[in-house]
């Protein structure tokens, strides 16, 4: 039996999270023990984009055929591999679903890409879907291009130097309608990651772990147009702090934060992974709360283009829809975690030891207090550009005195976050997608509703 990470008929593999073979406490440390053994020829198999396509396809239907995995390996043991896809190959067609999810749809204008990125593990689907293949599986070339700070992807975006980019996820907004650059109509084609954050502390300020003890610190922050910007912030203001009166708030670039805290130049960043746990590896900081803790499901980083790029290269859009909702589809996928480690930690990418970004991307992690945490969804992986959570971000612009005057948050989001589209090429991957655009949130025990944007600033007594 060829060797890969899915085994849509192998008996002994576990499609549930647990540890099939008894060995291991979980199915992460399964995967890494197995990798160890084999990883070259496990990582040619996923290289190879018919083999993972492939793979995929008949891994979801052997999951959806048998969603109890004690079944599905009971079923397996009696009748053979062989025999086993015999029998559901009679009853599905295997080879037009796979040919299926091969199909591209017209010829794409541009192959060759440009794509811009910030080495941090919230890209991970959009630079894995690199040495995976995901690109190359859609007929595109694309070269990935390590970018210093977010003020130069805006920059090289607005100036078409890159086709399309990650993004955090304001920026887009932000972009569109003019806030700290020239307006430049953007869109958010996918959500890159939720949570996946944290406050980070010097290792000075362990007895300092209350926020309203934070008077006079200087915290960083990657980008004014960010979700650290605004969850720093609402975490703040939260505990009776001005964040631009009793704070100082840095604007500094991801890979530039672990230095600045070694240097004490700052007293802490909210700030995105792996750069949190580097601090602990270099054992310069500590993390004192994950950003799950502040809003669990939050957006991060996105993926997108310019609205022209969209408009002129339609097939080329939906080819590149298509890799990156695939990458995503598997790194969501916790079983694939210490994978997703292994190939975007290289130099090329973020340059990182694996064990950092392993520990960030399995949630099983040293905090720096002295304690191992385990919390499986640090970081996670949901393409789908809520409008909701778009609404939030324009509505946190505007309580902080970005945004004046009148608002239309409804209208602008639903301009720049492509649900429709997403939608429809999760719909066409099989990949599960919303009915509606609008959810509820909640942000630290508050309940947002897009539909009272207004109404729930002025409930702050903290704003602008």
């Avoid at 602008?412 to 991957?429: G, H, N, Q, S």
Wanted: aromatic share 8%; glycine share 6%; proline share 6%.
């Amino acid at each position: 039996m060829s060797l890969s990470i899915f085994k849509p008929y192998d008996p002994e593999h576990n499609n549930s999270t647990s540890c099939s073979c008894g060995q291991h406490q979980n199915s992460e440390q399964h995967l890494a023990a197995e990798l160890h053994q084999q990883e070259l020829a496990s990582l040619a198999r996923v290289r190879d984009p018919e083999t993972l396509n492939q793979d995929v396809i008949e891994e979801a239907l052997m999951r959806a055929l048998f969603p109890d995995d004690q079944l599905r390996r009971n079923f397996l043991r009696a009748v053979g591999i062989n025999t086993a896809r015999a029998a559901i190959a009679s009853v599905l067609p295997m080879a037009s679903l796979q040919a299926m999810a091969q199909e591209k749809k017209g010829s794409i204008e541009k192959k060759d890409l440009k794509i811009g990125f910030i080495a941090i593990t919230c890209a991970a689907p959009l630079i894995m879907a690199d040495p995976l293949g995901f690109y190359k599986k859609q007929g595109l070339n694309v070269s990935l291009h390590k970018t210093a700070g977010w003020a130069l992807i805006r920059d090289k975006m607005v100036n078409k130097e890159f086709d399309a980019s990650h993004f955090l996820s304001p920026m887009p907004l932000a972009m569109s309608m003019g806030l700290g650059s020239n307006p430049t109509q953007m869109r958010v084609a996918t959500i890159q990651n939720i949570n996946g954050q944290a406050i980070t502390l010097h290792v000075k300020h362990k007895d300092k772990r209350d926020p309203r003890l934070w008077k006079g610190f200087k915290l960083a922050i990657p980008f004014e147009y960010s979700m650290h910007n605004f969850l720093l912030r609402y975490y703040l203001a939260e505990h009776g702090l001005d964040p631009d009166k009793d704070v100082q708030l840095r604007v500094t670039p991801p890979p530039e934060m672990v230095a600045n805290l070694r240097a004490g130049n700052i007293d802490g960043f909210l700030g995105p992974d792996p750069f949190n746990q580097r601090a602990v590896y270099d054992e310069v900081g500590f993390i004192h709360i994950l950003s799950k803790e502040i809003w669990d499901g939050h957006p991060c980083c996105a993926f997108g283009m310019s609205d022209e790029f969209v408009k002129q290269n339609p097939n080329t859009f939906a080819a590149l829809y298509r890799a990156v909702l695939n990458a995503a589809a598997m790194a969501h996928d916790s079983a694939h975690r210490s994978l997703v480690a292994k190939v975007i930690s290289p130099v090329a990418y973020l340059n990182q030891p694996e064990t950092v970004v392993e520990q960030v991307l399995t949630g099983r992690y040293a905090d720096g207090l002295g304690n191992i945490k385990n919390v499986p969804n640090r970081a996670d992986f949901d393409p789908v550009p809520w409008y909701s959570m778009g609404v939030w971000i324009l509505s946190q612009m505007k309580r902080w005195g970005y945004i004046k005057g009148e608002v239309d948050y409804k209208a602008i989001t639903e301009r720049i976050f492509l649900l429709t589209d997403a939608k429809k090429y999760m719909k066409e991957l099989g990949q599960t997608s919303p009915d509606s655009g609008y959810k509820k949130l909640k942000i630290m025990g508050k309940e947002f509703d897009a539909n009272s944007a207004d109404t729930y600033i002025n409930s702050f007594t903290i704003k602008r």
